[in-house]
């Protein structure tokens, strides 16, 4: 069976993690979610994501072990997003909404950690159980520090404890705690929201935001006002900047067309 089902609609796609029991990802799952991610990259049409995965149970428990003890390598090759498919995928400039509809630990965790906005299930809960398993949760070691806490990201890396989504919602690591059966509709009306708005602002904010984590800002600045960035290049000499002014002074709703 496929493990990724997608749907599409409109300028919306959806991306489901499908491997029962518990939708563990291996080699071959993260490079086919890599060639998922970087076709939504790269299809003008696409202007939003959603990941979520099948059934209420798990969003995804990260590394598939049995396919490891199978012969998959942890250090192999997994595709042109890295793990999960979003995690090293270059130049998405577009958003992505992960619908938590379960458990997320260890590599689930880092997809999840991947979007730009996390949803979760009220049930929905998280851990970084790689501690207990002599290995280091690389990706997570790198982003949790930035978006919580410091100190309550060490514990969570140290101890590989499980938090549930109220604890999670009280660091800020998820948006919004939302009851399992309005996941998916509240997902999806986030998703519409974003895909009336400028698609090319998107892109600037989220190469802004790249560009800028480990400079300097008045370093970042510069490279924002000289048009150092590509998306802000086109974003200043594009259509839409001038539609943005005109239905400002014109009392209307803007038309983005992405050019």
């Not at 029991?21 to 080699?27: E, G, Q, T, V, Y």
Request: charged share 25%.
């Amino acid at each position: 069976m496929d493990p990724i089902k997608t749907r599409r609609d409109g300028a919306i796609l959806e991306v489901t993690l499908d491997r029962p029991k518990a939708n563990a990802i291996d080699l071959a799952t993260s490079q086919i979610m890599g060639e998922v991610f970087a076709e939504f990259r790269d299809d003008p049409d696409l202007r939003v994501a959603i990941v979520t995965g099948a059934g209420d149970k798990f969003f995804c428990p990260g590394w598939d072990l049995k396919a490891a003890a199978d012969g998959d390598a942890v250090d192999g090759d997994y595709g042109i997003g890295g793990f999960g498919g979003l995690q090293e995928l270059r130049d998405l400039n577009k958003p992505v909404i992960a619908a938590v509809n379960g458990i997320a630990c260890g590599g689930g965790l880092e997809l999840a950690l991947s979007a730009d906005m996390i949803l979760a299930a009220e049930h929905a809960s998280f851990a970084l159980p790689e501690i207990r398993s002599g290995t280091v949760a690389d990706a997570a070691s790198v982003k949790l520090p930035k978006r919580i806490p410091y100190h309550i990201a060490m514990e969570l890396l140290l101890t590989g404890r499980w938090f549930d989504a109220e604890e999670a919602n009280r660091w800020g690591l998820v948006n919004e705690i939302v009851p399992a059966d309005q996941l998916t509709d509240r997902a999806w009306e986030l998703a519409r929201l974003l895909a009336s708005g400028p698609p090319l602002v998107y892109a600037a904010i989220k190469e802004v935001v790249r560009d800028a984590e480990d400079s300097k800002f008045q370093d970042a600045m510069n490279r924002i006002t000289n048009r150092q960035l590509r998306t802000v290049d086109v974003l200043y000499a594009s259509e839409d900047q001038l539609e943005g002014a005109r239905a400002f002074a014109e009392k209307r709703a803007p038309v983005w067309k992405g050019k």
